[in-house]
């Protein structure tokens, strides 16, 4: 191949996959302007339903049950910027304090951890947590969502350490997950820091 259709060759190479990928990008961007409401409206339901959950409120998975018993029973607590700074949870009747609800995060293997944490109304034992975003190994670090890790910490009090998994814990325990030391000491780490934290919320208020 002369030198002349050496550089034709290569012209038409990059134009393609320059075509190619801006058609690619075209319909991402169209797809994400179509869905972007929805996007939002599904990250916030599922905060809402991690706050829920972290307070011991058990719902459905329907949307208007989770929207309705939020609304119920669900104060949120406002910095000055507009976010929320913690959440309280009422009873029924919205006039006594059945829970608080902190939303936090800590380093994990991979990334962030995002984690609802509940206290009960002294502020002293928590109520529940719920793992909201993680990038933790599949199979390992990430059975940290995994309904049996997270139903073991309500009721247990700050600071916590850890037990080998299958191991009695203690009331200040929680059974590590085999094989993900790293990831099990990382919500350690933010369950304590947040039961710091949210004592010296109720201390303020």
């Known amino acids: 191949m002369s030198k002349e259709g050496m550089i034709r ?89 059945e829970s608080y609800v902190i939303v ?11 984690v609802a944490i509940g206290y009960d109304e002294t502020g002293s034992r928590i109520a529940g947590i719920e793992i909201i975003d993680q990038n933790e190994t599949p199979g390992l670090g990430g059975r940290i969502g995994e309904e049996w890790f997270k139903q073991q910490f309500r009721g247990k009090s700050s600071p916590l350490s850890t037990v080998a998994e299958g191991e009695a814990a203690g009331e200040k325990e929680f059974q590590a997950i085999t094989g993900a030391s790293y990831s099990s000491n990382s919500i350690k780490d933010i369950v304590n820091s947040a039961s710091d934290k949210v004592s010296s919320l109720l201390r303020k208020e």
């Not at 329907?62 to 700074?85: A, N, W």
């Open 9 to 97: 060759k290569r012209i038409f190479t990059v134009l393609f996959m320059f075509l190619v990928t801006l058609v690619f990008i075209s319909i991402t961007t169209v797809i994400y302007t179509f869905s972007k409401d929805t996007i939002r409206f599904n990250e916030a339901l599922r905060l809402k339903k991690a706050v829920l959950y972290a307070a011991g409120v058990l719902v459905s998975e329907q949307p208007r049950e989770i929207e309705q018993e939020y609304k119920k029973r669900i104060e949120e607590v406002l910095e000055s910027d507009g976010t929320v700074r913690y959440y309280i949870v009422r009873g029924d009747d919205r006039s006594s304090v």
């Open 104 to 114: 936090t995060q800590g380093p994990g293997l991979w990334g962030d951890i995002t």
